[in-house]
């Protein structure tokens, strides 16, 4: 799979930008970090093409460890005791994103659960941008599969809006 998300790396930037609604520079930033990203240990991902073959979605993740961006920004705000429970043996849910018109048909719920039935770990994490819990698709999702607060209003360097870090206990219920 890192060779398919690599070779469709302008489709994947594109349902991210749509997805996010960031501007084009932050895009370019984006699309050398996901090329990085597939080569990580643990790397996992899943993707929705539509019918005529354009990506619709896509997720990944990968083994979070120190000396990571996100997880060394994450770790510096935690307790040791939420440490050890959240970071020892986790995978984190990098990206999963599905474009705006496919949003609301199930896509995000069949790649969330496929994403996180093949990640190695005893738990998950992701972030999240703060928004409205019943009004936005994204956190009506996370809430479906059983995600709970880690930290809130969270604020990662180099992006002005709050994020919310959300987790839960690994594996999947069959």
């Given at each position: 799979m890192p060779d398919d998300l690599t070779r469709r790396l302008d489709d994947v930037v594109a349902v991210y930008g749509e997805a996010m609604?960031?501007?084009?520079?932050l895009l370019e930033a984006r699309r050398g970090y996901i090329a990085t990203h597939a080569r990580r240990p643990g790397f996992r991902a899943v993707a929705t093409l539509t019918r005529d073959g354009h990506l619709a979605g896509f997720g990944y993740g990968y083994t979070s460890a120190g000396g990571q961006w996100w997880h060394d920004q994450v770790r510096g705000a935690l307790s040791e005791e939420s440490r050890k429970t959240w970071l020892t043996d986790c995978f984190e849910v990098v990206e999963l994103h599905v474009?705006?018109?496919?949003?609301?048909?199930?896509?995000?719920?069949?790649?969330?659960?496929?994403l996180l039935r093949m990640a190695s770990g005893a738990t998950t994490l992701l972030s999240t941008p703060e928004a409205n819990e019943q009004a936005s698709r994204a956190w009506r999702l996370y809430r479906r599969f059983e995600f709970v607060d880690v930290l809130r209003d969270f604020r990662f360097p180099g992006d002005e809006r709050a994020f919310a870090v959300l987790g839960r206990q690994l594996p999947l219920p069959q």
């Open positions: 609604g960031y501007r084009a520079e474009r705006p018109p496919a949003q609301g048909h199930g896509v995000g719920a069949r790649q969330l659960r496929a």
